[in-house]
């Protein structure tokens, strides 16, 4: 059953290639559906992919074929809550690894333009922490991070 809410990325021409490559690297992801332009458009000819239904960790998407005019930008992300570090090396190691680029904060983008927070849980909590020195410290060694060091969060936390 399709929900009645979904998120739909514009891609330029590769919602397919990015599709099959997040059912490799994720759990609960797949590609539902492609469908093909039944005549020609602004960036497209008939035939060609314009449309595919993915689904990402249990988020159903839409991958739009809409051409070069919109970009993904840092105002979407996907975040990805993960529970150890070797969870968090592979999801980081996958998305940048494949042509994608690191960024500050445990923020990464895939080679599509597309961006991921890949954030462990050890980080989250440490910033809910009551004692506001703990999580104070928490959040000044996540800022100096690319990708989450679990071990050094925790370290931070015990000051």
Do not use: H
């Not at 005019?69 to 969870?87: G, I």
């Not at 020195?133 to 050094?152: H, L, P, V």
């Amino acid at each position: 059953m399709t929900a009645k809410n979904r998120i739909c990325l514009w891609y330029d021409g590769t919602a397919e290639d990015a599709a099959n490559f997040y059912a490799t690297v994720f759990p609960d992801t797949r590609v539902d559906s492609v469908q093909r332009a039944p005549t020609d458009y602004p960036d497209g000819k008939e035939g060609n992919v314009l449309v595919v239904e993915f689904t990402v960790m249990g988020i159903e998407c839409i991958g739009l074929n809409g051409g070069p005019q919109f970009p993904q930008s840092e105002s979407f992300s996907f975040q990805v809550a993960t529970d150890t570090q070797e969870e968090t090396d592979r999801y980081w190691d996958a998305i940048v690894g494949n042509g994608g680029a690191e960024s500050m904060c445990g923020w990464c983008k895939d080679k599509w333009g597309l961006n991921w927070q890949i954030t462990p849980r050890a980080l989250t909590n440490a910033m809910a922490n009551p004692d506001r020195a703990a999580a104070k410290r928490a959040m000044e060694a996540m800022m100096t991070m690319r990708k989450i060091d679990i071990a050094a969060i925790e370290a931070a936390v015990k000051g």
